[in-house]
């Protein structure tokens, strides 16, 4: 391996989200999972600071040592709690525990916590954070491609109520995101190719050129095979993405909206089909093919720019086919959507690759032709 590689390989990204109150940085680097001391350092955080990480079996097996090693090196005081953190267990019973163990340790308005895991232990440890003496620091360390480019940026924390995913729950930015792209690397594929949905969302919404990068790749499906200089460009470019549109409207007004680009579709199908038949990824997969049908009978988007999308996410190793569910259920749903304006379906309609418009002129008439395409 030349020096030039071995460089590259060790290249560290910086992305800065900036927001009015609090702005804080994105930094993207291989092991950089050892050296979130050092990057925390840099902060205004006394040394000797507690630092209660969150983490599960999964991620902590593998990157417990290395993170709290780090820390350790750096002069702060880790404590690791391990948690069960699958979907099921987003629950304030779990966010309890989280809190139970803050009392323990004594967390003071000063300490932190550290989120280590995908999605779940980032969204839960985050609320904790936001609950605990009515919010300390948060550090997010995402290991899921989904984490890394969507949930640890941004700000939303919550846990899910039995009647309802994420209904509970706070914004609370972290003060840092920390994102180590080796760590995916144990990644089951699955999760893996979900995630990348949400990149693939990200070129059509707004990044024509990481849309032509992902499509130049020769694999996008298994981060082990994939050329370590375009992961980290991806990372990079979804984190940006995600980022501004974070920055634009922090508290998703207006312009955060275009981030459910392929979700109104994808909630009917994980609706439908029950959570835990399709990942969320794979669910907005259907979706983005679903909503991209809806635009070119809109006459919005070229059947060329759907095909586009289509073979792009099949490269991926996504669904794109709608799955056999009942019409008029699949329209309950979209009319139950939270993304329903005062009584109008609410769509996010691509027009070409890099640009959307969120529509409220889609009718149910509408609807139903895509769908009966569809299927
Ligand atoms: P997840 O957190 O459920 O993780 C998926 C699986 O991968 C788990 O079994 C986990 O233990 C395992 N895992 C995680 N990292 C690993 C690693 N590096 N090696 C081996 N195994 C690993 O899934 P997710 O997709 O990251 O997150 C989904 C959650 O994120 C949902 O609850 C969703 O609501 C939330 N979310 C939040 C936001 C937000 O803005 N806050 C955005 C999108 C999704
Ligand atoms: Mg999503």
């Not at 992305?15 to 940085?25: A, F």
């Not at 699955?190 to 990068?213: H, N, Q, T, W």
């Not at 920055?247 to 979700?263: C, F, K, M, S």
Request: proline share 4%.
């Amino acid at each position: 391996m030349s020096t030039a590689q071995v460089a590259d390989l060790q290249e560290r990204t910086r992305i800065t989200v900036s927001l009015e109150r609090n702005p804080y940085d994105v930094i993207i680097g291989r092991s950089m999972v050892g050296e979130i001391g050092a990057a925390l350092a840099e902060l205004p955080i006394r040394s000797g600071t507690k630092i209660l990480v969150v983490s599960n079996p999964d991620v902590a097996g593998p990157y417990g040592d290395s993170c709290l090693g780090g820390l350790r090196a750096a002069g702060f005081n880790p404590v690791l709690l391990e948690i069960d953190a699958g979907e099921e267990r987003k629950t304030l019973q779990t966010l309890s525990l989280i809190l139970d163990k803050a009392q323990q340790e004594g967390l003071e308005r000063t300490s932190l916590m550290l989120a280590l895991g995908g999605g779940v232990v980032g969204d839960m440890t985050g609320f904790a954070a936001a609950c605990w003496l009515r919010g300390i620091g948060i550090v997010q360390v995402p290991t899921t491609l989904l984490s890394m480019v969507d949930a640890s940026i941004g700000g939303k924390t919550g846990v899910n109520h039995p009647k309802g995913k994420n209904l509970i729950g706070a914004f609370h930015q972290p003060r840092l995101v920390v994102i180590d792209p080796l760590t995916l690397n144990t990644l089951p594929i699955r999760e893996f190719r979900a995630g990348m949905a949400e990149v693939i969302k990200y070129g059509v919404i707004g990044d024509p050129d990481l849309f032509s990068r992902l499509e130049e790749a020769t694999d996008l499906s298994d981060p082990v095979a994939m050329d370590p200089t375009l992961l980290h460009d991806i990372l990079v470019l979804s984190a940006e993405a995600k980022a501004l549109v974070v920055a634009d409207d922090e508290r998703e007004g207006g312009r955060r909206a275009i981030l459910n680009y392929g979700h109104t579709f994808g909630h009917v199908v994980e609706t439908l089909t029950g959570y835990g038949t399709w990942l969320h990824g794979e669910a907005v997969a259907i979706g983005m093919a679903a909503v991209g049908r809806l635009a070119v009978q809109k006459g919005l988007w070229s059947e060329a720019d759907q095909q586009r999308q289509l073979k792009l996410i099949e490269k991926a190793g996504l669904p794109v086919a709608w799955p056999a569910l009942d019409r008029e259920a699949a329209l309950r749903t979209l009319q139950g959507d939270k993304k329903v304006r005062h009584g109008r379906l609410r769509f996010v309609l691509p027009t070409k690759i890099g640009n959307v418009i969120i529509s409220d002129e889609i009718s149910n008439e509408d609807v139903n032709r895509c769908l009966e395409s569809l299927n």
